[in-house]
C-alpha cells in the first residue's frame, strides 16, 4: 500500500518514516515523500493510474498550496483519497478542503494514533 | 481654484525660463552677438601670429562659447575644453575662470549637475585668487541654481545669500538681481508669497536702477503672478497692464507671450472672458511660431477652460485634447493634471461617463504624485529656511554691531564736542540708539527660538513616523513569526513523542530473556532515539531563532555592528515575510526560491537594521507580484520571489549582493527615482507609511553599502543591496 506525504517541511520524512518503521519493515506500507505541490503532481503522474491509495499533504507551502493541489489532484484523479495536515485548524481552512473533496482533515502536531486509524482503516476497506 | 491653478502652471515656466535666463546674466557683455559673428570675428584673430595668448580673442571665444552653451550644449563641449586649455596656457585666469563657467552652464544644460558644480567649483577656486573676485557672485549663483534642481534647497539658498552679499561687495547689480530673483522664486514655491513680492520688488528697483527693459517686464510679470495668487487680481491687473504695454513697447515677442498669458489667466479669474480668450490666442499664436511649448500648452488649456466656462462643450473639448497633447510631448506633470482634470468635467457634461472616469483617473494620478512631491519638497525647504534665517540672523547682527561701532564712534566724537555745550544730550541719543538695538536683538531672538522650535517640531515627527513604520513592519511580521515559531514546536513535540515510544519499545525488547533479544533492533532503535534527539535539539533552536530575531527587531537598535550570516538572515526574513502574508491572506499564493552564496563571508552589520530592510524588500516583492488586482489580470504569472546571495568585487574591494526579485508588473522608470524619496508610496493609502524604503535606503547607506533599483516594467523588479565585506 502506497502512501505520499507532501510538505515543505523535510523533517516530516524522517518523522513519518520512524513512526511507521515496522509497517514499513513488514512491507504493508510503503512510504513516499514530496516537499512541493509541483513535485507531488510529478511524483503521481508518473504512473497512470498511480499506485498511490493515499495523498496526506501540508497546506501552507511556498509555490501551489496544499489546498491547490487538493484541487489539481482531485479533478486529474477523482477516486484518489486525499486529507490535508496544517498547523492551521481553521473554519476557512476546514471548510475549504472539505468542500473541494478532502476525506479528513488532520492538525499539527500530529495526532499519530488517529493518523494510524486512518491508515488501518483502509486495509479493511480494502 | 483657477488662480492657484494658474500659479502652478506659471511656477514650472518660471523655473524653466527664468533660471535659464539668469545663468546667462553675468557673461552678457555685448548683447546682440550672434554665434556667426563672433565665429567671423574669431576667424580673422586667427591670421595674426600669437592670437592665442590674446586676451582680446580669449574673451570672444568665450563669448562664442557662452552662446553655444545656451543653444548647444553638447556640442559645446569640445570648444569650450580648448578655450579652458588657452586660457591656461596663457596664464589669462580670469578667461581661465569664465571658461570653466561656461563649462559648467553647458554640462548643467545637459543635466549633468554633478559635473557642473564640479567645473563650476574649479572656477570658484580661480575666481577668488584674482583681486576684486569680480566673477564670483555670479558663479555662486550658478552653483546656487544647480543645487536648487538638485532639491538640495539649503544649499542652494545659502549660494543664493553668498551670491546677494558678494555681488554688494562688488557692485554688481546684475547678479544681486538675479540671486534675489532666484530667492523669490523659492519663497514662491513655499507658498510665502508676501515674502517673495518683497523680493521681487526688490529685482524690480534694481532692474529700474541700472534701465534694463526686460528684465523690468519680467519683474512687473512675477509680481503679477503672486499677487494673483494672493487673490488680489485686480492688483495684478494694474501691475501687468505696465508690463504688456512695456513689453509691447519693446516688440519682443517672449514677453509680450509672457505678459499676455499672464494677463489672459487674471481676465479669465476677473470672469472677463472675452479679452481672457483675445489674449490666450495672442500667446497660443505667438507660441506655436516662436516654438514656446510649455506656454502654449497652458494657454491651450485655458482657452479650453473659458470655452468650458461659457458653455461651449465641443470647442472646450477640442482645445483642452490639443493642450493636453502638447503638455505631454512637454512632460509637465502639472499641466497634464490640469488638462485631464478639465477633460473629465467636460466629458461628465457630455454625458460620456466611461471618459469623464478615465481622464479623471489621470487627473487623480497625476495630482497624487504633484502632491507627494510637494510635500516632500515641502519639509526640505523647511529646513533650509531655518538654516538660512540663521545665516541672515547673523548677518543681520553683524552689520548692526558694525553700524553700532561706526555710529558710536561719531557720536563719541561728537559728543566730546557737544559735551562742552549741552551736558545731557548725546547720552539721551546713545540711549535710544541702544534701545533700538535691543530691540531689535530681542525681535531677532525671538524668530530665531520661533525657527528652533519648528524645527524641533519637524524633527519629532519625524521620530514618530520613524517608529511608526518599525511597528508597522513588526506587525507585518508576527503572523509570520507565529508560523515559523509553530512549525519547530510541532517537530519538537512529535519527535519527543516517538522518542517516547522507541524508549518504551526498547525496554520491552530487554525485558525479553537474553537470547531472544535481538542486538541489531536496538542498535537501530537506539540510533532514531539520537536522531529525535538531534532534530529536537534543531528545532528547538529554530525556534529560538526566531524569537531572538523578533525581540531583537522591535528593541531600539543598538548600533553595534557584529559578524552575522547573511544567508540565514536573509533566508529566515525571505519565510517570515512569506508566512506572514500567508496566514493574513488564505488567498495569498506565491512561490519563493534563492540562491545563495555557500562561500559568503560574514559581514559587519547591525542585524536588526538590515532585517528591517530585508523584511520591507520582501514584503514589497510578495505584494507586487501577488496581490489580487494584478494576479486577476494576469492569470498566467506565477507569482515568484527570488533572493540571491553572491560575493563580488574586486579582492581589494569585495562587497556582497543581496538581490531581492519579483516578476510583478515592474516599476515605470517615471517613478523609479522617487521610490526611495520618503512618503512615497503606490499601496492604496493606509496601507503603507510610505517610509520602508526610503528607511531602507538609509540603512543601508548607513553600513556604507548601496541599496539600488531596476525594474523591466511587464518582466520583474530588483532591488539589490550592496554591503561592504
Ligand atoms: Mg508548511
Known amino acids: 500500500m502506497k502512501i505520499l506525504f507532501v510538505d515543505d517541511e523535510r523533517d516530516v520524512e524522517a518523522l513519518f518514516r520512524q513512526k511507521f518503521r515496522k509497517e514499513i519493515k513488514s512491507g504493508e506500507l510503503e512510504l513516499a515523500f514530496a516537499f512541493s505541490g509541483k513535485e507531488a503532481l510529478e511524483i503521481l503522474g508518473a504512473e497512470n493510474p498511480p499506485k498511490f491509495v493515499y495523498v496526506f499533504s501540508d497546506i501552507n507551502m511556498p509555490g501551489m498550496s496544499g489546498l491547490q493541489l487538493l484541487e489539481e489532484i482531485k479533478s486529474r484523479f477523482p477516486m484518489m483519497r486525499v486529507s490535508m495536515i496544517s498547523a ?23 495526532d499519530f494514533e488517529r493518523l494510524k486509524e486512518e491508515i488501518a482503516a483502509l486495509n479493511e476497506g480494502s | 481654484m483657477k488662480g492657484h491653478r494658474g500659479f502652478q502652471m506659471r511656477l514650472s515656466r518660471r523655473v524653466g525660463f527664468l533660471a535659464a535666463f539668469f545663468n546667462l546674466l553675468t557673461v552678457l557683455v555685448s548683447p546682440a552677438q550672434t554665434a556667426e559673428g563672433l565665429t567671423s570675428e574669431l576667424r580673422k584673430f586667427e591670421n595674426s601670429p600669437g592670437f592665442e595668448s590674446d586676451t582680446t580673442y580669449l574673451n570672444k571665444a568665450n563669448e562664442l562659447g557662452f552662446l553655444l552653451a545656451e543653444s548647444n550644449p553638447d556640442s559645446s563641449l569640445v570648444f569650450l575644453n580648448s578655450t579652458i586649455l588657452l586660457c591656461r596656457e596663457a596664464s589669462y585666469k580670469k578667461g581661465e575662470a569664465e571658461a570653466l563657467k561656461i563649462y559648467g552652464n553647458a554640462l548643467q544644460n545637459t543635466g549633468d549637475f554633478k559635473g557642473s558644480i564640479e567645473h563650476y567649483n574649479t572656477a570658484l577656486a580661480i575666481a577668488s585668487e584674482i583681486p576684486g573676485e569680480k566673477q564670483v557672485p555670479g558663479i555662486l549663483n550658478n552653483i546656487g541654481l544647480v543645487n536648487y534642481y538638485l532639491g538640495n534647497h539649503t544649499q542652494a539658498l545659502n549660494n543664493f545669500y553668498d551670491a546677494i552679499k558678494r555681488a554688494d561687495l562688488t557692485n554688481n547689480a546684475n547678479v544681486k538681481a538675479a540671486a534675489i530673483n532666484n530667492v523669490a522664486m523659492i519663497y514662491f514655491e513655499q507658498g510665502k508669497l508676501t515674502e517673495a513680492k518683497e523680493k521681487y520688488r526688490e529685482t524690480l528697483a534694481i532692474y529700474q536702477a541700472i534701465n534694463n527693459p526686460g528684465r523690468v517686464i519680467l519683474a512687473y510679470n512675477n509680481i503679477g503672478d503672486v499677487e494673483l495668487r494672493q487673490n488680489n487680481p485686480l492688483e495684478a491687473l494694474n501691475t501687468l497692464k505696465i508690463g504688456y504695454r512695456a513689453a509691447l513697447e519693446l516688440k519682443s515677442p517672449e514677453f509680450i507671450e509672457m505678459t499676455s498669458r499672464t494677463l ?40 479650453a477652460d473659458l470655452y468650458y466656462k461659457k458653455g461651449k462643450l465641443a470647442e472646450a473639448s477640442g482645445f483642452a485634447k490639443e493642450g493636453l497633447q502638447q503638455a505631454e510631448s512637454m512632460a509637465q506633470p502639472m499641466l497634464i493634471r490640469n488638462a485631464n482634470e478639465l477633460l473629465s468635467r467636460i466629458y461628465e457634461e457630455e454625458g460620456n461617463f466611461a471618459e469623464a472616469l478615465q481622464s479623471f483617473k489621470l487627473f487623480k494620478l497625476f495630482n497624487d504624485s504633484i502632491n507627494t512631491s510637494q510635500a516632500q519638497r515641502l519639509t526640505a525647504s523647511l529646513e533650509a529656511e531655518y538654516e538660512f534665517s540663521k545665516r541672515e540672523l547673523e548677518y543681520e547682527k553683524a552689520s548692526l554691531r558694525q553700524k553700532w561701532i561706526i555710529f558710536s564712534t561719531i557720536a563719541g566724537l561728537i559728543a566730546f564736542l557737544i559735551i562742552l555745550f549741552v551736558g545731557n544730550q548725546n547720552k539721551n541719543r546713545l540711549n535710544k540708539a541702544y534701545h533700538a538695538l535691543q530691540e531689535k536683538t530681542a525681535e531677532i531672538e525671538i524668530k530665531n527660538e520661533k525657527l528652533e522650535k519648528a524645527l524641533d517640531q519637524l524633527k519629532a515627527t519625524q521620530v514618530q513616523l520613524i517608529h511608526a513604520e518599525k511597528m508597522a513592519s513588526l506587525g507585518e511580521l508576527t503572523a509570520g513569526i507565529a508560523h515559523e515559531i509553530q512549525n519547530p514546536l510541532n517537530f519538537v513535540t512529535n519527535f519527543s513523542e516517538l522518542g517516547s515510544d522507541m524508549v518504551q519499545e526498547l525496554r520491552e525488547e530487554r525485558a525479553r530473556k537474553p537470547e531472544e533479544q535481538d542486538q541489531s533492533l536496538q542498535d537501530e532503535i537506539l540510533a532514531d532515539i539520537q536522531v529525535n534527539l538531534d532534530k529536537i535539539n534543531h528545532h528547538g533552536k529554530r525556534a529560538d531563532s526566531i524569537v531572538k530575531g523578533m525581540l531583537q527587531h522591535s528593541r531600539t537598535s543598538s548600533g553595534e555592528k557584529l559578524p552575522t550570516d547573511i544567508n540565514a538572515l536573509a533566508n529566515e526574513y525571505l519565510r517570515l515575510s512569506f508566512h506572514g502574508l500567508r496566514a493574513k491572506d488564505k488567498t495569498f499564493s506565491a512561490d519563493f526560491h534563492t540562491d545563495l552564496d555557500p562561500n559568503l563571508p560574514k559581514a559587519e552589520i547591525v542585524a536588526q537594521d538590515i532585517s528591517r530592510v530585508l523584511i520591507n524588500l520582501f514584503n514589497n516583492a510578495f505584494y507586487a507580484c501577488a496581490n489580487a488586482e494584478f494576479r486577476k489580470e494576469n492569470p498566467d504569472v506565477k507569482p515568484m520571489v527570488e533572493l540571491s546571495t553572491k560575493l563580488v568585487g574586486d579582492t581589494d574591494r569585495r562587497q ?68 561592504p565585506v
Open chain 1, 88 to 110: 492551521y485548524g481553521d473554519s476557512e481552512n476546514y471548510d475549504k478542503a472539505i468542500s473541494s473533496g478532502a476525506k479528513g482533515f488532520f492538525t499539527k502536531p500530529v
Open chain 2, 264 to 303: 489672459a489667466d487674471i481676465y479669465s479669474a476677473l470672469d472677463s472672458l472675452d479679452k481672457a480668450e483675445a489674449l490666450f490666442r495672442e500667446s497660443i499664436s505667438m507660441s506655436r511660431e516662436n516654438g514656446y511649448g510649455v506656454p502654449q500648452a497652458h494657454s491651450l488649456i485655458g482657452l
Open chain 2, 656 to 723: 556582497i549582493q543581496i538581490t531581492v526579485s519579483d516578476n510583478g508588473p515592474g516599476i515605470p522608470s517615471a517613478i523609479a527615482d522617487k521610490v526611495f524619496q520618503p512618503f512615497f508610496t503606490t499601496k492604496p493609502s493606509g496601507q503603507g507609511t510610505g517610509l520602508g524604503l526610503s528607511l531602507s535606503y538609509d540603512i543601508v547607506k548607513a553600513h556604507g553599502g548601496e541599496l539600488k533599483l531596476k525594474s523591466k516594467p511587464g518582466e520583474l523588479t530588483t532591488f539589490t543591496i550592496f554591503l
